[in-house]
């Protein structure tokens, strides 16, 4: 069976690495094709060189454009290489334009497609990620559900039972893989002067997020507050798609302390450190959750409502005095929930469902 893995993005690249790893180990017939969505060092090649991952045999290069130019520039790259190498099966993870560009271009080439965390649903369709993800969730012939509420959701959808596993999320197997290597290896705090438990982190750069000004400046408004509430630094390593809007803004949230993206096994050590975390990442959600570190989700929904139910998350929205009150209320919270993503297995389960279902 040839296996052809497409990615493009930092969370994919993450969230890719453990099966990118097994397949490594299993010396599979596999390649990666990557879509050059993401191609700044520190968002792409870190992650490569630092995990250790066999380098992507095919880039495409997109580069940065409008969904459509980005979307459109992937399905005819990908059909290319695919139409050329014939793998048995596409396997895509997440939500972005390289997700939906993969499904897409394999599936009308008569190429099986696994998607790998299926089944998310926000119920925002002004989410590009949102359509992304129904659409390559409705395409796909192997659905990996990382919990059991995401197989229900997928089965609500008409979705038929025999395509959807539930195999846990992959970002655990990473969180794991990466976690003690992280202590060990990198060293954070110290270059920028972080004490254990004594600074807040933060991560923004969704598009419903940074691509409205007020939005934005709102939710940075009350970042600024709660560093002045609590006298504790709140560190802010900043997407590239943020910096440059808020390059535009005429004030500059000064009382922020705004990094350079770092890379996977110091951003561990900054969230597993952290008093609190507020985000409107989706990965980030998650492995707060994971590390047992409270989460404020700076958006309106989320499509992971595990980490809410568990106790670990909550959805703050974007107004700046909401923020800080829904910082105050996880800062009360006991950090004894369970996490609702899996045993770290997600990975080596995918493996074999895909590999039995050759075999069968
Ligand atoms: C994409 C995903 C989003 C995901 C995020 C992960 C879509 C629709 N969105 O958003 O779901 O959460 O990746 O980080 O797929 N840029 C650089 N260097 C890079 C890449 C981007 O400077 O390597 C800048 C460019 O100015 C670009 C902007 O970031 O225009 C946005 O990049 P893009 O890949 O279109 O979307 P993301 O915001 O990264
Ligand atoms: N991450 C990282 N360095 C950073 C910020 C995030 O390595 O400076 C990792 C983080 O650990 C998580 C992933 O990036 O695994 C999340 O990616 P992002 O927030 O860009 O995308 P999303 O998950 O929202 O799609």
């Known amino acids: 069976m040839k296996i052809s893995v497409i990615l493009g993005t930092r969370p994919e690249i993450i969230k890719m690495a453990p099966l990118l790893k097994i397949l490594d180990k299993k010396r599979a017939d596999f390649f990666t094709l990557h879509t050059g969505q993401h191609y700044s060092y520190h968002l792409d090649k870190v992650f490569f060189d ?3 991952l ?3 045999k095919y880039n495409i290069e997109v580069g940065s454009g409008s969904h459509a130019e980005e979307t459109g520039k992937m399905l005819i790259g990908i059909e290319k290489i695919l139409t050329e190498q014939k793998p048995d099966i596409v396997l895509v993870e997440g939500d972005t334009n390289s997700v939906l560009a993969g499904a897409l ?9 696994g998607h790998v965390e299926a089944g998310l649903r926000s119920y925002d369709r002004t989410m590009p990620e949102e359509i992304n993800r129904v659409i390559a969730d409705h395409i796909s012939d192997y659905l990996f559900a990382p919990t059991p509420q995401a197989k229900q959701i997928l089965l609500g959808e008409g979705i038929s039972k025999e395509k959807v596993f539930v195999t846990g999320n992959t970002i655990v197997d990473a969180v794991y893989q990466n976690l003690e290597l992280s202590r060990r290896r990198v060293n954070i705090a110290r270059q920028f002067q972080l004490k254990m438990q004594k600074y807040f982190l933060a991560t923004l750069h969704r598009q419903e997020n940074t691509d409205n000004k007020e939005r934005f400046s709102s939710i940075l408004e009350g970042l600024e507050r709660l560093a002045v509430k609590f006298r504790l630094p709140v560190v802010y390593p900043i997407h590239p798609r ?5 390059d535009s803004f005429v004030k500059q949230p000064g009382k922020l302390k705004i990094i350079e993206p770092v890379d996977f096994l110091s951003f561990l050590q900054l969230e597993s450190n952290a008093r609190l975390i507020l985000t409107d ?3 980030v959600q998650e492995e707060a959750c994971i ?3 409270p989460c404020v989700t700076l958006r309106n929904n989320t499509e992971r409502p595990e980490t809410v139910e568990v106790g670990a998350n909550i959805l703050a929205g974007a107004a700046a005095e909401r923020i800080v009150e829904c910082a105050v209320t996880m800062l009360t919270r006991e950090k004894n929930w369970v996490n609702p993503f899996g045993d770290g297995q997600a990975a080596e389960r995918i493996i074999n469902i895909i590999t039995e279902a050759q075999n069968g």
Request: charged share 25%.
């Open 50 to 52: 630092q995990m250790e």
């Open 54 to 56: 066999p380098l992507p």
């Open 105 to 113: 271009a394999a599936v009308k080439l008569g190429i099986r497609v």
């Open 242 to 246: 943020s910096r440059k809007i808020m």
């Open 281 to 283: 990442s989706g990965g």
């Open 291 to 293: 590390l047992r570190v």
